[in-house]
């Protein structure tokens, strides 16, 4: 072929766009691993039960606290693909906060999410243990059921980080989830 019957440019945009998405794809998976590297060792901090708050002062006010979910780690999200699922956080068996968490994913590399404006305020006294229950409801077809299908239970004793909360159905398969949260103090509550 010589110079003069180049292709039109129009022909390569094909080939650009399988690159970029290769690249992107790449890049991506390079991320979510290292997201993944730093939260492994995060754990072994966050079994150690967390040390009551100190006082100088014999203060009986309760403590304002901001329970977060930091990360899920998805098991199986209970289907074929990804799947919908909505959270709810109680403590000691009032609500807490509640929360959607679209297209979960049980495959490697993509079973880790981090979930947006799923937090709550909790007032807890001193040397006082709250009981946290996390229950959960698969979207489908027909919505979301009167029932939860999956839910776990944990003990908050004070601010930190907390031992992580496994969360499944009756059949794990069915559902299954390891919740990380913390607990924060907030300033000028």
């Known amino acids: 072929?010589?110079?003069?019957?180049?292709?039109?440019?129009?022909q390569h945009v094909p080939a650009i766009l399988?690159?970029?998405?290769?690249?992107?794809?790449?890049l991506t998976g390079v991320y979510v691993n290292l997201h993944d590297t730093r939260g492994a060792s995060a754990p072994k901090a966050e079994a150690r039960p967390a040390a009551p708050i100190a006082s100088a002062t014999a203060n009986t006010a309760p403590v304002p606290l901001r329970v977060q979910v930091e990360r899920i780690a998805v098991e199986h999200d209970g289907r074929l693909g990804t799947t919908d699922w909505r959270f709810t956080v109680a403590a000691d068996g009032e609500p807490l906060f509640a929360f959607a968490q679209d297209a979960l994913d049980d495959s490697g590399g993509r079973n880790v999410v981090v979930p947006k404006d799923a937090q709550g305020l909790l007032r807890l006294a001193p040397?006082?243990?709250?009981?946290?229950?996390?229950?959960g409801w698969r979207g489908g077809l027909f919505g979301f059921g009167a029932k939860p299908i999956a839910s776990g239970e944990g003990t908050l004793a004070a601010a930190g980080a907390l031992a992580p909360i496994r969360v499944q159905a009756a059949q794990p398969e069915d559902g299954a989830f390891v919740f990380h949260l913390s607990a924060e103090p907030v300033r000028g509550q």
């Open 18 to 26: 399988t690159g970029t998405a290769a690249l992107i794809a790449a």
């Open 127 to 135: 040397g006082k243990r709250v009981h946290l229950t996390v229950q």
């Open 1 to 10: 072929m010589a110079d003069n019957e180049r292709k039109p440019a129009l």
